[in-house]
C-alpha cells in the first residue's frame, strides 16, 4: 500500500535560517504534490501545489521541489520567523484524490 | 466572505447517540469531503462527493453516513456504530474532485469540529 513519510520528530531552526522539511513515498507515483500548513486546533491551509512534471515551485519566502525518481518533495522556508511555527503536511493526488502524510511539526525559534 | 464553516466547534455526546456534524461552503466548489484527524495521525477520508446527491465511501467509512442534497451542504453522521468517535473532524472542498482532473484540486478546509464521546 501507499506510504508517506514525513520527519514525525519536531524540527527545531533558529530564526532567519531556512526551514527544509522532507515528504518521502512509496508505492505511489503521485501526478501532483501538495503541501499545507497547519495550526493547532485548526484546519490545514493549502500553501503550494507542484506537478510530477515540475521540478520546483516558489511561492514568496517558499520553495518546493519534487524529485520522482527519489519519491521525494522538499519544502523549505527561507528566512524563517516564529509565525511560520506550525505543523506542515504534504498531501499525494492522483486518480484516487488526494492522500496526507502526518506531518512535520516546526518550531522557528526567536 | 467566502469559505467554509463548520459548526459545532466542540460537541459532546453521550456512547450510543447519533450526532451529526454540519459543513456549509459558499465557495461553488463542486467537491466535498469529510476527514478525520487524530493526535500523531493523518488526515484520513471518511466521504466525499463530487456532484449534489453522490457520495463515495473513503477510507474509513464505517460507523458514519453522510447526505448531499444541496450543493452547499455536506453533513456528517457519526453513528453509535463508530467504535471510536472522539476525533477532530475536518471538512473540505474544491473546485473539482481530483479524479475529475480539474485545475485545481487544492482543498479548502473548515476549522473543524472536536467531538468527545464518554
Known amino acids: 500500500s501507499q506510504k508517506i513519510e514525513q520527519n514525525s520528530e519536531a524540527l527545531n531552526i533558529q530564526e532567519g535560517k531556512t526551514a527544509t522539511l522532507t515528504c518521502n513515498y512509496t508505492n505511489y507515483s503521485p501526478a501532483y504534490l501538495q503541501w499545507y500548513r497547519q495550526d493547532p486546533g485548526r484546519g490545514p491551509v493549502f500553501l503550494l501545489l507542484?506537478?510530477?512534471?515540475?521540478k520546483e515551485k516558489r511561492k514568496e519566502r517558499l520553495k518546493v521541489t519534487f524529485d520522482t525518481t527519489l519519491k521525494q518533495s522538499l519544502f523549505h522556508i527561507t528566512a524563517s520567523q516564529p509565525a511560520d511555527s506550525a505543523t506542515y503536511l504534504c498531501a499525494l493526488g492522483g486518480a484516487d484524490g488526494l492522500t496526507f502524510g502526518k506531518g512535520t511539526h516546526l518550531i522557528i525559534q526567536p | 466572505d467566502g469559505g467554509i464553516t463548520q459548526s459545532p466547534k466542540y460537541l459532546f455526546r453521550k456512547e450510543g447517540q447519533n450526532v451529526t456534524l454540519s459543513c456549509e461552503q459558499n465557495l461553488n466548489h463542486d467537491a466535498m469531503y469529510w476527514y478525520r484527524q487524530d493526535p500523531g495521525q493523518g488526515l484520513r477520508l471518511i466521504y466525499y462527493s463530487q456532484i449534489v446527491n453522490d457520495f463515495q465511501k473513503g477510507d474509513i467509512a464505517e460507523g458514519y453516513s453522510v447526505s448531499r442534497e444541496k450543493k452547499e451542504s455536506f453533513p456528517l453522521t457519526v453513528t453509535s456504530a463508530q467504535k471510536n468517535p472522539t476525533a477532530f473532524y475536518l471538512c473540505?472542498?474544491?473546485?473539482?474532485?481530483?479524479?475529475?482532473?480539474?485545475?485545481?484540486?487544492?482543498?479548502?478546509f473548515g476549522p473543524g469540529t472536536r467531538l468527545t464521546v464518554t
Open positions: 473540505a472542498s474544491s473546485l473539482v474532485l481530483a479524479l475529475a482532473g480539474g485545475n485545481s484540486y487544492e482543498q479548502y
Open positions: 507542484i506537478r510530477e512534471n515540475e
